[in-house]
């Protein structure tokens, strides 16, 4: 963990050396150690192991540097929220997570905002990553956050990225089902920690800093750009054992984390959704193609965990769909069905007149059984 102004200016600087990689960094720390030694080489000694375009970057102060530094040390010193801690990991430091450093391309440095002392202990058998759709169906939703709450309360810390959706679902299930001395979640941001995005999950944001971990590789300032969030989708699959998407469409960014999942040699399992939804066709997609299709939080464990698991029950809320119909399910729920429905076709399944039939269904709406989607679209929930 950083702990010194110079030790932070030494690693920023590199960061921002102009045409460095990691490849070019890796080599150079393994042939003169810390940043703060490489910078003490000749021009002459450096294009022994990089090229001479590299090492002349390396040998010139970045632009921008010295006020990132003034910044970054301020942001790191600064008294924060009550319990929440910040934190600067580099690839030279003990507790920097060790489950990272098999990934092809680990992160240099990492910011951490929140309980940083669970850093040192994160492995990712104790992770599980779970991502989806920002514009899930309301049964989406529910089961992210099912599921996240039923695997949370089994131990598991659940890794996402804060985005508006199927995230910010996961990230509110492990809320609820963690232990109070647990590490609940983890949300790796595509921005500075200096900023929250999307802004509408201010208020989740500063909930996770209490009770787990908001993670960035971006320098303080980075603003939300469309090519970080991608490439920050290789941490989210890179802290975690596996992969479990929830919802997604066939163009969705949270392929990309299951692809870079499959890349790391993890397990992607994926929540099985109506043939006739766009955002179940994602999940479809990935489990013709060998992903884990799962139905509970159990199935998860067992998949995950198979020995300790084999003959166990979750004693916690799941997320699978509802047992055996009782009397108050029938009627108008069983023509409705699971998949989304319009008014029109409803009303000539059920034969009910329209304002009995609206009726009927603004009832069970508020009752939490069935949501209303886009497009005059009905959709039956299924119990937690």
């Known amino acids: 963990m950083i702990s010194s102004q110079d030790e932070l200016g030494a690693w920023l600087r590199l960061s921002l050396s102009k045409g460095v990689g990691n490849d070019a960094i890796r080599r ?18 450096l294009r022994q192991v990089v090229s001479t375009r590299q090492a002349r ?21 600064a008294p924060g929220m009550p319990g929440v801690q910040r ?41 599980i ?32 990225g ?7 679902a996961a ?19 595509g921005t500075g920690l200096d900023r929250v995005y999307p802004k509408h999950h201010l208020a989740l944001a500063h909930r996770i800093a209490q ?13 939300p750009l469309n090519a970080n969030f991608p490439k920050r989708n290789r941490i989210i699959a890179g802290l975690s054992q596996a992969t479990l998407v929830v919802e997604a469409a066939l163009k969705s960014g949270s392929l990309i984390t299951a692809k870079q999942a499959v890349e790391q040699g993890k397990e992607v399992l994926a929540i099985p959704g109506s043939i006739h939804s766009t955002q179940a066709k994602g999940c479809h997609a990935l489990i013709k193609q060998g992903a884990k299709l799962v139905e509970s939080a159990q ?3 067992e998949e995950l965990r198979p020995d300790p698991f084999k003959a166990a029950t979750l004693a916690v809320t799941d997320a699978s769909g509802p047992d055996e119909e009782t009397p108050e399910d029938q009627g108008l729920l069983v023509h409705l069905g699971f998949d989304p429905v319009h008014l029109d076709a409803l009303q000539a399944r059920c034969g009910l007149d329209t304002a009995s039939l609206q009726t009927q269904l603004m009832i069970l709406e508020l009752n939490g059984q069935v949501a209303r989607l886009p497009g005059g679209l009905f959709q039956r929930l299924a119990r937690g």
């Open 28 to 45: 150079l720390l393994a042939a003169f150690g810390l940043p703060a030694a490489l910078f003490g080489q000749s021009e002459t000694g």
């Open 57 to 77: 970057a390396l040998q010139q102060q970045p632009e921008g540097w010295q006020a990132l530094l003034d910044d970054t040390w301020t942001w790191l010193q």
């Open 87 to 127: 934190a600067i990991v580099t690839w030279g430091d003990s507790d920097y997570p060790r489950a990272l450093l098999d990934i092809p391309d680990p992160p240099m440095i990492l910011y951490a905002l929140g309980q940083t002392a669970g850093l040192e202990k994160l492995t990712a058998s104790s992770c």
């Open 129 to 160: 990553a779970m991502v989806g759709s920002r514009n899930p169906t309301p049964q989406g939703t529910q089961n992210a956050q099912a599921f996240a709450q039923s695997l949370s309360a089994a131990g598991l810390t659940v890794v996402s």
């Open 162 to 168: 804060l985005a508006l959706g199927i995230d910010g």
């Open 171 to 189: 990230h509110e299930g492990a809320l609820r089902g963690a232990s109070p001395e647990a590490l609940a979640t983890i949300a790796v941001v």
């Open 211 to 223: 009770h787990g971990l908001i993670l960035s590789e971006y320098p303080l300032g980075t603003p």
């Open 299 to 301: 199935d998860v464990l």
